[in-house]
């Protein structure tokens, strides 16, 4: 509808601004909107998806947990939403759901956030097919949270699902493509968290030569060059 349009434009226009008191402001707005609109809507998951935006953004920049839970609370809501109004899978709130979840765990440490996390990764690459876009970083996705399990369980299989996972996402990457040096560092450290383990020359002949392609690979003037982390350490 008019007033919900305007709504979200709103809030877009307000985190441009970066204004705290017009980011609360926004975010008002958009959970009032949620209690005008009926669940059978086709707008409500998209607006549960703005006010996620809403307040990740404000968690961000102001570290209330409170406003991290309810983000993924409210990507939770436009999920379910979703599915049961046409029964496909939100993957724009998936995606979102699966990248808070991991800040989540990385700050506060919940084991149930990583299996959700794990979860939600492995729902995300099966709803996509394997010539979209977006599957390799799916599976990049995926790869990190089961590493992220082996680091906090020490579980071998986590870390060989890990293995098999992320030489599957680079092996969908094009040599040409400016995001590769990603994908070839997460594998490199997963290799090198195999090594720390098993103690296999091999593993680290091949953590370092990943980690080299990965330095060779780096865009030229990208804020990661020449020895940033883009994932998990």
Do not use: W
């Not at 970083?137 to 906090?152: C, H, P, Q, T, V």
């Not at 994908?183 to 720390?196: A, H, T």
């Not at 980690?211 to 003037?221: D, H, N, V, Y």
């Amino acid at each position: 509808c008019f007033s919900t349009r305007v709504t979200i434009t709103g809030v877009r226009k307000t985190l441009l601004k970066q204004g705290n008191d017009d980011l609360a402001e926004a975010i008002s707005l958009l959970q009032e909107s949620l209690t005008l609109i009926p669940d059978y809507h086709q707008s409500k998951p998209g607006i549960f998806e703005h006010l996620a935006r809403a307040l990740k953004y404000r968690y961000d920049r102001c570290g209330d947990r409170h406003d991290l839970d309810n983000a993924i609370h409210s990507l939770h809501m436009s999920m379910d939403l979703a599915l049961a109004r046409n029964g496909r899978v939100n993957v724009p709130a998936l995606r979102q759901c699966i990248k808070s979840l991991a800040v989540r765990y990385d700050k506060y440490s919940d084991s149930i956030d990583l299996e959700e996390e794990i979860s939600r990764c492995q729902e995300l690459v099966n709803a996509l097919p394997e010539h979209d876009p977006q599957y390799p970083e799916s599976l990049k996705l995926l790869g990190e949270a089961l590493r992220a399990k082996f680091r906090d369980s020490d579980g071998q299989r986590s870390l060989d699902d890990a293995t098999k996972i992320l030489r599957d996402a680079l092996a969908h990457i094009p040599l040409n493509s400016d995001d590769r040096f990603e994908y070839l560092l997460v594998l490199s450290m997963c290799i090198s968290d195999r090594f720390k383990r098993f103690g296999d020359p091999g593993d680290m002949d091949e953590a370092v030569d990943l980690a080299r392609q990965a330095l060779l690979t780096t865009p030229p003037g990208h804020r990661e060059r020449p020895g940033g982390v883009v994932s998990r350490a």
